[in-house]
């Protein structure tokens, strides 16, 4: 018995001091979701990750053999500040700004269109069409033109657009398979019919003087004003008419919007045709701005720049012409990268992916906020 007395003390008292040493507390983390943030710190928070994929971005150039005194004169001095420069960005960022507003309006409607690029394939077949064929007297044809990119465009994606309402169709997969078959049916065209008579490229004929986008504004291109214009008009449409307050609607749930007496169908048809105006037109300032005829190539980089924009902007028509002049800026300094330091145009891409993955990594901070818990001891 005093044996066994001992050894039964000898285990309590390891056991009594396991327990005077378990804290009284234990602290853990949680993560919440927010149930609302002021729009100054969603701003600095985008801010702050911009800035983390600016810094890898120039570490990764560095890397690539860039000296790091000279990617402000690449990027700000020899792009903005020089007049030539500088129109050449306005140039390069009026289609994408049409291609971002056609993301925002589409996606506003919770409709994600992944066709832009086939959308502006269209825009520009269409356009082309109207100059091949001669449709109207001269004076009219630069508008007949516009008229017709708009309208193939908007024809293009009306066939995903219905499979989503009436059947339930993942308007992403429908939306990207069309890319391909306009792809091919744009090969088809200038590698067969439509190619130029005077040489064996696989491009249409040049288009006649009448029938290109005219400088205007000490050589800025009509395609610039055209881009202001209907960023002004998305802006109305989304944020004043109250077509974009059943948008807002939409956006937040279609079941309450539904609920409410919102014309859901309807709303989201037009916001989807919207769209595909608006990328059908960006491809007529590509064919009849830049290129000056239809190439097999004009749309290539568009659709994913399209897309990057209207994330970026958060659907924003504002910060998607802001997002579109620096996503230009990026190429046009990319260019000349790529001539005097042999960079390849890859890299400018990577340098896209890089900001997408730091601004879509700032989106769970604003939408969640982790919070430490105290629970009571045991």
Same mark, same amino acid.
Do not use: C, K
């Given at each position: 018995m005093p044996e066994q007395a001992t050894l039964s003390s000898g285990t309590a008292a390891p056991a009594r001091a396991t327990e005077a040493r378990q804290p009284l507390f234990t602290r853990r983390y949680t993560i919440e979701i927010r149930q609302q943030m002021p729009w100054w710190q969603q701003a600095a928070i985008i801010a702050l990750s911009l800035l983390v994929g600016l810094g890898i971005s120039v570490a990764i150039l560095v890397a690539a053999g860039v000296p790091a005194d000279e990617l402000l004169n690449e990027f700000v001095v020899m792009t903005v500040l020089d007049s030539q420069s500088l129109k050449a960005v306005l140039f390069q960022a009026a289609p994408m700004i049409l291609v971002g507003l056609a993301g925002c309006v589409a996606f506003r409607a919770r409709f994600w269109n992944l066709g832009l690029e086939g959308q502006m394939i269209w825009g520009g077949i269409a356009a082309t069409a109207v100059s091949l064929f001669e449709v109207g007297p001269p004076a009219l044809r630069l508008p007949l033109m516009m008229l017709a990119a708009c309208l193939g465009g908007l024809a293009w994606v009306i066939v995903p657009a219905l499979l989503k309402i009436r059947l339930q169709v993942n308007e992403i997969i429908s939306t990207l398979m069309l890319n391909y078959v306009a792809g091919n049916f744009l090969l088809h065209l200038v590698y067969g019919s439509w190619k130029d008579p005077k040489d064996a490229f696989p491009? $249409?004929?040049?288009?006649?003087?009448?029938?290109?986008?005219?400088? @205007?504004?000490?050589?800025? $291109?009509?395609?610039?004003?055209?881009?202001?214009?209907?960023?002004?008009?998305?802006?109305?449409?989304?944020?004043?008419?109250?077509?974009?307050?059943?948008?807002?609607?939409?956006?937040? $749930?279609?079941?309450?919007?539904?609920?409410?007496? @919102?014309?859901?169908?309807?709303?989201?048809?037009?916001? @989807?045709?919207g769209s595909g105006a608006l990328a059908g037109l960006a491809g007529l300032l590509v064919t009849a701005g830049q290129e000056g005829r239809l190439t097999q190539s004009f749309y290539l980089g568009y659709g994913f720049s399209g897309i990057l924009i209207a994330f970026l902007a958060r659907n924003n028509p504002v910060a998607a012409l802001v997002v579109a002049l620096l996503m230009a800026m990026l190429f046009v300094a990319g260019r000349s990268l790529q001539v005097f330091y042999q960079i390849p145009f890859s890299m400018v891409q990577l340098i896209q992916a890089i900001l997408v993955i730091c601004v879509a990594s700032s989106d769970f901070f604003i939408r969640h906020r982790v919070r430490r818990v105290q629970s009571g001891a045991v």
């Open positions: 491009y $249409s004929p040049q288009f006649r003087p009448f029938e290109r986008l005219p400088d @205007v504004l000490d050589g800025i $291109s009509l395609a610039v004003p055209i881009a202001a214009i209907v960023a002004l008009l998305a802006l109305w449409l989304l944020n004043v008419s109250r077509a974009g307050l059943y948008l807002r609607f939409v956006d937040a $749930s279609t079941r309450v919007a539904t609920a409410v007496g @919102v014309p859901v169908v309807g709303i989201t048809l037009a916001a @989807v045709l």
